[in-house]
């Protein structure tokens, strides 16, 4: 399988060639309702995760939703 390199909240990591945003939460762990997914500055929204096709160099931030108070 080949394999593409993305930047993940920071870091250079690997991934498959093909995998969409959706794929990604499975493969980094994350929770879907948890999480807000921003790929090279865009907002990708829940229902578009699936369709949303990651590419060499893209930028990935993943970002957790924390309560408090």
Same mark, same amino acid.
């Given at each position: 399988?080949?394999?593409? /390199?993305? /930047? $993940? &909240?920071?870091? %250079? #990591?690997? =991934?498959? +060639?093909?995998?969409?945003?959706? *794929?990604?939460?499975?493969? @980094?762990? @994350? *929770? %879907?309702?948890?999480? !807000?997914?921003?790929? &090279? +500055? #865009? =907002?990708?929204?829940? !229902? *578009? %995760?699936? @369709? #949303? #096709?990651?590419?060499? &160099? *893209?930028?990935?931030?993943? $970002?957790?939703? @924390?309560?408090?108070?």
């Amino acid at each position: 399988m080949k394999m593409i /390199t993305i /930047t $993940l &909240n920071g870091e %250079r #990591t690997g =991934i498959p +060639e093909g995998s969409s945003v959706l *794929d990604l939460l499975s493969i @980094a762990g @994350a *929770d %879907r309702k948890q999480v !807000a997914v921003v790929v &090279n +500055e #865009t =907002i990708i929204r829940p !229902a *578009d %995760r699936s @369709a #949303t #096709t990651l590419k060499e &160099n *893209d930028q990935v931030d993943l $970002l957790v939703f @924390a309560g408090g108070g």
